[in-house]
């Protein structure tokens, strides 16, 4: 016979410990507060909105704290930033010991672990959450979410089995944050290109498994809403709307005795760089091709931005800064195409043109010029403006003019092609 003492007790110790977690949260909460004292901002408003009805909710016998909790997770989430996501986290962790069948608590937890760089953990409560929905249709976001992150996982071990040989850390990697990841990545694959050479079967197989392990970690950052409406593209995209285009760069500066505005608009393609202006007579009106490099944590911050151009290209690393500026920089309805991750840093990236002894302060202008014609699908690429050349650093310049075919000093043009 059961001891009906014995149950009761047990379901005293089991909301003792359902308060304690509560408590627990409240004080997570608390903490976060006092951090963030004298930080203003509509997000850390509704966050604090959202503290205090949890708050309010475990003064109140009828209320059910539960809910009120997941929303001050989900309002850490959107706060953003270490503290938030670090609040979000321990609020997910109690959670889902609350209620260890709510998917909502699941989500949560992986989300958190997804925004603070935790992939491989944050699989598992995505796996967690899917296994509780009972239309997977409902929660297509963490489906897609985790499909990104198996395939990432697929890269590494596929990789990893290319060259058994060389005592390859990439099966180490596999659970380790993109952040330690990606970079570890980078180093194996120019490890094995300078060993075997750019030409062996498996190391092509192993730049195209990198290519596609950066675009997975880096792509979901161009999400369409913060694009305002333009097209995400690669490397693919850019040589499609590329092939069999005559193309030209100009330089910012009007130069005297350069080609006139007419025959720079004759071109099928005209690209220019960083901040510049256009003249009709001078230098031309069309803009089909803009390229701005971000230097530092500080985002480049030029009214070129605002001028309409077909395609975008955005260079800049590492990718946390690179994806901060292009949300913020991106100006709604003014390019219709944008440059995704990997085309961030063509000159550096392995699975690119891979050539990493160039200087980090490399001008915009050489790294277009030189992605154009490493892509090369252009029967006519010129350099209008630049001089013999100028705007180029003394390396740069010997290396237009190494690989020119033609330069008329008269109109200061210079022929790739």
């Known amino acids: 016979m059961t001891n009906p003492l014995a149950g009761l007790f047990k379901a005293r110790q089991k909301e003792a410990a359902r308060l304690e977690l509560f408590a627990r949260s409240m004080r997570l909460c608390g903490e976060y507060l006092a951090a963030q004292s ?50 979000a986290l321990g609020v997910a962790e109690t959670s889902t010991r609350i209620r260890q069948r709510s998917r909502g608590a699941w989500r949560l937890h992986g989300l958190a672990l997804d925004g603070l760089g935790r992939e491989a953990e944050a699989l598992e409560c995505y796996e967690r959450h899917l296994t509780l929905v009972q239309d997977s249709g409902a929660a297509k976001e963490v489906v897609r979410r985790i499909d990104t992150l198996r395939r990432q996982r697929a890269c590494l071990e596929e990789a990893d089995a290319l060259f058994p040989r060389a005592g390859s850390p990439l099966r180490d990697l596999l659970g380790q944050p993109s952040a330690v990841a990606a970079p570890e990545f980078a180093a194996f694959v120019q490890a094995r290109v300078a060993e075997h050479g ?12 990198y290519g596609t392990y950066r675009r997975l970690v880096e792509r979901p950052a161009l999400s369409d809403p913060l694009l305002g409406g333009s097209t995400p593209i690669g490397v693919g995209g850019l040589r499609g709307l590329l092939e069999g285009r005559t193309v030209c760069l100009v330089s910012g500066a ?18 220019r760089c ?3 202006g256009v003249r009709v007579e001078g230098t031309g009106e069309r803009t089909d091709l803009h390229a701005v490099s971000l230097r530092g944590e500080t985002p480049w911050d030029g009214p070129a931005w605002t001028q309409p151009a077909g395609i975008r290209l955005v260079f800049g690393s590492p990718a946390a800064p690179w994806r901060r500026a292009t949300r913020q920089r991106l100006v709604p309805g003014a390019q219709e195409h944008i440059g995704d991750a990997s085309l961030r840093a063509p000159l550096t990236d392995p699975a690119l043109i891979g050539e990493g002894d160039w ?25 209008i403006g630049f001089g013999l050349p100028g705007r180029l650093r003394p390396r740069e310049a010997e290396w237009v003019m190494d690989h020119a075919t033609h330069a008329d000093n008269s109109k200061m043009r210079i022929a790739l092609r």
Do not use: C
Not at 43 to 55: D, N
Not at 58 to 70: G, H, I, R, V
Not at 359 to 383: G, W, Y
């Open 254 to 271: 009007d130069a005297a005795g350069s080609a006139s505005g007419a025959e720079i608009d004759g071109y099928d393609l005209v690209a």
């Open 198 to 209: 750019a030409g062996d079967p498996a190391v092509r197989r192993l730049l195209r498994l």
């Open 38 to 87: 004298e930080t203003s901002s509509p997000r850390h408003a509704r966050l604090t909105r959202a503290i205090g009805t949890f708050a309010t909710s475990l003064d109140t016998p009828s209320a059910d704290p539960f809910d009120s909790l997941l929303k001050v997770g989900e309002r850490a989430l959107e706060a953003g930033g270490d503290s938030g996501l670090a609040l």
């Open 274 to 276: 960083d901040s510049f």
């Open 359 to 383: 200087e980090p302060a490399t001008t915009t202008a050489f790294t277009v010029l030189r992605l154009l014609d490493f892509l090369d699908v252009s029967p006519r690429l010129d350099l």
